[in-house]
């Protein structure tokens, strides 16, 4: 078989072993290179928010050479602000061209479905808008350096309980609306080079070899033409995936080219797959052949990024009497209680870890960013433990509260309590922290909670008595100094939920579904994941989607909202009033009202991270495509608009609306595909359907008075009989009307 690819030529002098060769790892971390044909070998790493190079093949996690360990996503997504996801992109793009590594194992933009999910430090968030264009934008910026993304896990992968076997067991809408949506916009504004397929099964077919979903959708849908790399280790048949369009298995090496060799000579396996995979292989080898070199990063600059960018990821969730900022020039007495001051936990376990070019502690940060402050320190507890010599420790450290002016205390999950490859049971910190810190705000009035944890934990019932709560997630390795920067107010809080904090975790929507039955995962709660949920059951929440405070207040000025052909634009002004420099982020909600599906009461549509200097005024517009207004119908078996009128909420957060306006849009035709088995009802919604159908019936006129004719419209028994099938009910009705007369009126029905 020929292409016009311009790599045709040199696929023509491969072997079948070759090319079979080229579609499975030479090593754990990079491909098969044919010096002959001038095909060289692609370096790949772990990835996302750092390089993990391992000086030698291992599962050991931490034997990584050193580089910049960057705010986990779940740091990065709190900053709602996709350009600052494009330099961390960059910076990262530098270190791999550094290091020879062609393409970086990221980003992971998986919904966070359950905040058990011990994978959720890696991915952006509940929602899939944000997790888009934050995922957009990393890979934006790192293949700017032209090194190649994956995006992964590619897809409906939110759960490491059974990660290698379970079925994601799923509706068409959440499907798409909610877990494919992300990966969809990635692919056609960023083009990855590769992309990832994940580990487990979607209804019931393991997504290496799921022909629908790499090929029908990646490919066909969305017209993808890069590399589809398996998750390491998740390809099951080589055959199947390879027919599917997995072009490569990872790691090698492996029995892939063996198996793969075998089919083509039994006849199971055209070897026009194999061309066009290799074909892809080869395109990929070219693309890494053209990466800059670069002698060296810059590490400190670097490492600036990182603090920055960790001052952007953490959430003011509290902030009573403006306790924080401290004055960095008080003398004062600052009480810094918990081992998480000293021994950050900045980064999640799993393939993510990267062994960090250094490592900020926020004790050193706070000791050093105050001068005239006394600084002490107790480290309250032992991390991953509790008896006799923790329970010294909280003493220890209640006794300091009592002494202190302001009282820092540093709680937060270990690397045993959340991790790739288990899910966590709940969503509580121990509960010696959770007592230590009741002991805490009994003793001092001025207790500041720092948390750092990579998934959401639940925050009722235990942190009323604090003055102020700073959620950190996982900063990174500058982690220490900003949040140093952060409460002596060198930075001003901008970060934002990605995640809903419920009051309690038997709230959460996956709650009874999550993590299924062994390997079976039902996605019970349909569209309705995150926020989408709590609205349209109107509960309470601790901390909405989208909230968090800031040092800076803000208003909202001349909010203005228009709809066209193209879509929803919305314009405002936002004043800073406040005398201090800040930033807020808008966000733009929509939902639909009346629709014929059911719909979150509002959903995410825009946003805008804007720096607001103090007193001042920025002017902002966003864009709302109208296409992101429509839902995925699965009767067309596609997206559709409604022609409806929309509520356009634009706020803070989800639950601090500023303004609403109402705007008409004009829907796309609807007219699902009918046939005998579609209703009555389905039938008669459509006038030509409809028409179609009485003619028929005209020229076989049943018996009126004795249940054979079809009742008036709008009757009770006409909407009793509405549910039935129109093959159903014309014999139940006892009419007999030929079949041909029948498939003329369908096709007739179903006219355009
Ligand atoms: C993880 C991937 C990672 C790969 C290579 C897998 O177990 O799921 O995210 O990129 O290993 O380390």
């Not at 990079?30 to 030698?56: C, F, K, W, Y």
């Not at 002991?439 to 944890?453: P, R, T």
């Not at 193209?566 to 966000?587: A, C, F, I, M, P």
Request: aromatic share 8%; glycine share 10%.
């Amino acid at each position: 078989m020929s292409s016009n690819s311009p790599y045709q030529a040199i696929l023509d002098q491969l072997t079948v072993d070759e090319k079979t060769q080229l579609l499975t790892g030479a090593a754990w971390f990079s491909t098969v290179a044919v010096e002959r044909a001038g095909i060289n070998t692609v370096v790949m790493s772990d990835g996302p928010h750092g390089i993990r190079l391992q000086e030698h093949e291992s599962l050991d996690m931490g034997s990584a050479r050193q580089a910049t360990c960057f705010p986990p996503a779940v740091g990065l997504g709190s900053s709602w602000d996709p350009e600052l996801a494009v330099r961390v992109g960059t910076a990262l793009g530098e270190e791999c061209r550094v290091e020879g590594i062609h393409v970086l194992l990221g980003p992971g933009i998986n919904i966070k479905r359950s905040p058990l999910c011990g994978r959720n430090f890696e991915y952006f968030s509940e929602d899939p808008y944000i997790s888009g264009q934050m995922g957009a934008a990393w890979v934006n910026g790192l293949q700017s350096q032209g090194v190649g993304a994956s995006l992964k896990h590619f897809a409906v992968n939110n759960q490491e309980t059974f990660r290698m076997t379970t079925s994601a067991n799923i509706d068409a809408r959440p499907l798409h609306e909610i877990y494919l949506r992300a990966f969809a916009h990635v692919i056609k504004t960023a083009k990855p080079w590769t992309v990832m397929c994940s580990y487990n099964r979607i209804n019931g077919v393991y997504a290496s070899q799921n022909e629908w979903l790499l090929n029908t959708m990646l490919r066909e849908k969305w017209g993808y033409e890069g590399i589809l790399v398996s998750d390491w280790g998740a390809v099951v048949s080589r055959t199947e995936a390879l027919k599917a369009g997995l072009d490569l298995e990872m790691p090698g090496p492996s029995h892939g080219p063996v198996e793969l060799h075998q089919a083509v000579l039994a006849g199971e396996l055209d070897e026009a797959f194999l061309d066009r995979s290799a074909l892809r292989m080869i395109a990929l080898a070219a693309l890494a052949d053209k990466m800059p070199a670069l002698d060296k990063y810059d590490a400190d600059a670097h490492h600036a990024l990182a603090r920055e960018v960790a001052s952007r990821s953490a959430v003011l969730l509290k902030n009573d009497g403006d306790v924080l900022p401290l004055d960095p020039a008080a003398s004062q007495t600052i009480a810094v209680i918990g081992e998480f001051a000293r021994t950050p936990r900045y980064q999640g376990d799993g393939s993510s870890r990267v062994t960090p070019t250094k490592l900020d502690n926020a004790l050193d940060a706070i000791t050093a960013a105050a001068p005239n402050a006394e600084v002490k320190f107790a480290p309250g507890f032992i991390i991953n433990g509790g008896g006799p010599e923790g329970e010294v420790l909280r003493q220890e450290a209640v006794e300091l509260a009592k002494t202190a002016d302001v009282v820092l205390a540093f709680l937060g999950l270990s690397g045993e309590d959340e991790s790739e490859g288990f899910d966590r049971e709940h969503a509580d910190i121990r509960v010696e922290q959770r007592d230590l810190l009741k002991d805490l705000v009994a003793v001092n009035k001025k207790v500041v909670l720092v948390l750092s944890n990579g998934a959401m934990v639940t925050l009722s019932g235990w942190t009323e008595g604090t003055a102020a709560i700073l959620e950190t997630w996982l900063l990174g390795q500058a982690g220490g100094s900003a949040t140093a920067d952060i409460i002596f107010g060198q930075a001003n809080p901008s970060g934002r939920l990605t995640e809903t904090i419920p009051v309690r975790f038997e709230d959460t929507p996956s709650y009874i579904n999550f993590p299924g039955d062994y390997d079976e995962a039902r996605y019970g709660e349909g569209i309705f994941v995150g926020y989408r949920y709590y609205d349209a059951i109107n509960l309470n929440v601790s901390y909405p989607f989208g909230y968090g405070l800031s040092y800076s207040s803000f208003s909202y000025e001349n909010v203005k909202v228009t709809s066209n052909a193209t879509g929803v634009q919305v314009s405002l002004d936002v004043r800073n009033t406040s005398s201090r420099d800040g930033r807020e982020v808008v966000q733009v909600y929509v939902g639909a009202l009346g629709s014929r599906v059911s719909r979150a009461p509002k959903e995410l549509r825009a946003f805008k991270s804007v720096p607001v200097a103090a007193g001042g005024v920025a002017s902002v517009t966003l864009e709302i495509p109208r296409e992101e207004l429509g839902y995925f119908d699965p009767l067309l078996n596609e997206w559709t608009v409604e022609g409806l009128t929309y509520r356009v909420y634009v706020g803070s957060s989800s639950r601090d609306i500023h303004a609403t306006a109402d705007v008409e849009v004009v829907g796309d035709a609807f007219t699902p595909p009918l046939s005998l088995s579609s209703t009555l009802g389905q039938w008669f919604d459509n006038p030509r359907a409809r028409q179609a159908l009485e003619e028929v019936l005209a020229k076989h006129p049943g018996t009126p008075g004795q249940g054979k004719v079809l009742p008036e419209v709008g009757t009770v028994i006409f909407k009793m009989m509405a549910g039935f099938r129109v093959n159903q009910l014309l014999p139940f009705m006892k009419l007999d009307v030929p079949k041909d007369e029948l498939d003329a009126a369908v096709i007739k029905a179903n006219q355009q």
